[in-house]
C-alpha cells in the first residue's frame, strides 16, 4: 500500500488539544471515567468504533480488515495520571488538587489517537486489522491484566507501545531488543516490642533500634550479595514509628521496593530481606514480620519487534537519531503483561526541551516538549503497518521473547 501520510498541521493541533484536555483534568487509576468518556468520543469523530469499560475503565477500539483470521496489530498507551499536586505553572495545569499527569500518559493518548487518525485515512487499504488499546491503572495497579483477561489481545499477534522519555533528545526513539525494564516487587517489614519509658530502655526492645540497623543492614545485600553485572535496588522509602519523644515505641513499620533485572537476583534479594529481617528478632529482641507484594515483570522487547520498530523509527528521525538502551532502566511498566502473552516493544519517545522545567518523571514539575506528539503518532502508526506486512517474521518461534 502507498505510505501514510505524515500527520498535519490540523492534526498536530488536535493532539496537542487533546494532550492539554488531558492535562487539566487527570484521573487516578481505575477513575479514569471522563478520560474514558473524552477517548470514545474522539474515536468517535473518527469514525472508529470502540468498546468501553475493558478492564474496569479501559478502551478498545479497531479499525482495518476485521475479517476472521485476519493478522492483527494492537498499539496501546496508558491514560493514568498520579497523586501529585502539579508546580509547573503551565496554562493548562491541573485543575484537580493533588492529582497529576507527570508520567507523559496525557501524551501518549494523543500520541495513539493520532495514530488512529493516520491509519484512518489509509483504513481500507491496511493488510489487517489494527486495535487501539487505551489502558488503565499503570501506575502500580497493572490495569494491563484486566484488559487482557476482558479479551483485549483477542486475535492480536503483536503489539507495540512507546513512552515519553525526558532523558533522551526531542527527535531521538530509543528501541532496544531484550530486557529494558526490572521486576517492581514492594516489601512491608514490621518491628514489634512491648514498648516502656524512654528512660528506662534496659526494661523493653527498643523498635526503632531494631529498625534502623536493619535499614542499614539493607543496604549490603545490593553491594555485596547481587552478581555485580546484574543492576538491583533496594529502597526503603517509608518508615513509621513512635509518637512521643519520651516513648520507646512499640511498632516500627518500613516499605520499600525491590528493583531487580533477573529472576536469580530477585530471589537473593527477597532471601536476603528475610533472613536479615528474622535476624533483628534474636539481636534485638524484638517480633518481626515481612510481607511480599509482587509487582511488575520486566518488559522485554522481542527481537523480530524490535527489528521493525527500528526501521520504522530510523524513517522517521533518521538512523543516527535511533539509540540504544544498554541498560535497562530499574523502573517498571506494566506493558510487560502484554509482552507475556505476545511479541511486541515498547520504545521511548526523546523529549527533552532546554526551555522546560529540568524535572524528571514523576515529579510536581514534569512537562514535555509537545513537539514528540506527531513524532510519537507517526511512529505508532507506521509501525502498525509494518508489523501487517510482515507478522510472518514476528510469528516465528525462533524470535522468541526471552
Known amino acids: 500500500?502507498?505510505?501514510?501520510?505524515?500527520?498535519?498541521?490540523?492534526?498536530?493541533?488536535?493532539?496537542?488539544?487533546?494532550?492539554?484536555?488531558?492535562?487539566?483534568?487527570?484521573?487516578?487509576?481505575?477513575?479514569?471515567?471522563?478520560?474514558?468518556?473524552?477517548?470514545?468520543?474522539?474515536?468517535?469523530?473518527?469514525?472508529?468504533?470502540?468498546?468501553?469499560?475493558?478492564?474496569?475503565?479501559?478502551?478498545?477500539?479497531?479499525?482495518?480488515?476485521?475479517?476472521?483470521?485476519?493478522?492483527?496489530?494492537a498499539l496501546r498507551a496508558d491514560m493514568?495520571?498520579?497523586?501529585?499536586?502539579?508546580?509547573?505553572?503551565?496554562?493548562?495545569?491541573?485543575?484537580?488538587?493533588?492529582?497529576?499527569?507527570?508520567?507523559?500518559?496525557?501524551?501518549?493518548?494523543?500520541?495513539?489517537?493520532?495514530?488512529?487518525?493516520?491509519?484512518?485515512?489509509?483504513?481500507?487499504?491496511?493488510?489487517g486489522k489494527g486495535v487501539l488499546i487505551f489502558q488503565p491503572a499503570e501506575e502500580g495497579d497493572g490495569g494491563a491484566r484486566g484488559m487482557i483477561a476482558e479479551g483485549?489481545?483477542?486475535?492480536?499477534?503483536?503489539?507495540?507501545?512507546g513512552h515519553i522519555d525526558r532523558t533522551y533528545e526531542l527527535g531521538e526513539i530509543a528501541v532496544q531488543p531484550g530486557l529494558i525494564s526490572a521486576f517492581t516487587d514492594e516489601f512491608s517489614i514490621e518491628i514489634r516490642s512491648q514498648g516502656g519509658h524512654a528512660a528506662k530502655p534496659h526494661e523493653t526492645a527498643d523498635s526503632i533500634l531494631a529498625a534502623g540497623?536493619?535499614?542499614t543492614s539493607i543496604q549490603s545485600i545490593v553491594a555485596r550479595e547481587v552478581h555485580p553485572c546484574f543492576p538491583a535496588v533496594i529502597t526503603v522509602g517509608a518508615i513509621h514509628g513512635?509518637?512521643?519523644?519520651?516513648?520507646i515505641a512499640?511498632?516500627?513499620?518500613?516499605?520499600?521496593?525491590?528493583?531487580?533485572?533477573?529472576?536469580?537476583?530477585?530471589?537473593?534479594?527477597?532471601?536476603?530481606?528475610?533472613?536479615?529481617?528474622?535476624?533483628?528478632?534474636?539481636?534485638h529482641r524484638v517480633e518481626t514480620s515481612f510481607t511480599l507484594t509482587e509487582g511488575y515483570p520486566p518488559v522485554i522487547n522481542n527481537p523480530a519487534a524490535a527489528r521493525i520498530a527500528t526501521e520504522v523509527a530510523a524513517g522517521i528521525v533518521g538512523r543516527e537519531?535511533?539509540?540504544?538502551?544498554?541498560?535497562?532502566?530499574?523502573?517498571?511498566?506494566?506493558?510487560?503483561f502484554f509482552l507475556e502473552k505476545i511479541p511486541g516493544c515498547l520504545v521511548r519517545f526523546g523529549a527533552r526541551h532546554t526551555g522546560l522545567h529540568d524535572a524528571p518523571a514523576h515529579s510536581p514539575r514534569f512537562d514535555f516538549d509537545e513537539r514528540v506528539l506527531p513524532i510519537g503518532a507517526r511512529f505508532l502508526a507506521e509501525t502498525a503497518l509494518k508489523a501487517l506486512e510482515g507478522m510472518e517474521e514476528l510469528r516465528t518461534p525462533a524470535q522468541g521473547r526471552r
Open 321 to 336: 537519531k535511533v539509540k540504544g538502551q544498554p541498560l535497562p532502566s530499574l523502573g517498571g511498566e506494566d506493558f510487560s
Open 213 to 215: 540497623q536493619l535499614i
Open 250 to 283: 512499640s511498632k516500627v513499620v518500613l516499605a520499600g521496593t525491590i528493583r531487580t533485572t533477573s529472576p536469580e537476583t530477585r530471589t537473593v534479594c527477597i532471601a536476603s530481606l528475610q533472613r536479615m529481617t528474622r535476624a533483628m528478632e534474636q539481636l
Open 1 to 73: 500500500m502507498n505510505p501514510l501520510p505524515k500527520p498535519t498541521l490540523q492534526q498536530i493541533a488536535w493532539m496537542q488539544d487533546i494532550r492539554r484536555h488531558l492535562h487539566r483534568h487527570p484521573e487516578l487509576a481505575f477513575a479514569e471515567f471522563a478520560t474514558a468518556r473524552f477517548i470514545a468520543d474522539k474515536l468517535g469523530e473518527l469514525g472508529i468504533p470502540c468498546r468501553e469499560q475493558v478492564g474496569r475503565t479501559g478502551i478498545v477500539a479497531s479499525l482495518g480488515n476485521r475479517k476472521t483470521g485476519a493478522s492483527c496489530v
Open 80 to 127: 493514568d495520571a498520579l497523586p501529585i499536586s502539579e508546580q509547573t505553572g503551565l496554562p493548562f495545569a491541573s485543575q484537580t488538587p493533588g492529582v497529576m499527569h507527570a508520567c507523559g500518559h496525557d501524551g501518549h493518548v494523543a500520541m495513539l489517537l493520532g495514530a488512529a487518525a493516520l491509519l484512518k485515512e489509509k483504513e481500507a487499504e491496511l493488510p
Open 242 to 247: 513512635g509518637e512521643a519523644a519520651n516513648v
Open 152 to 161: 483485549a489481545l483477542d486475535g492480536v499477534g503483536a503489539i507495540f507501545a
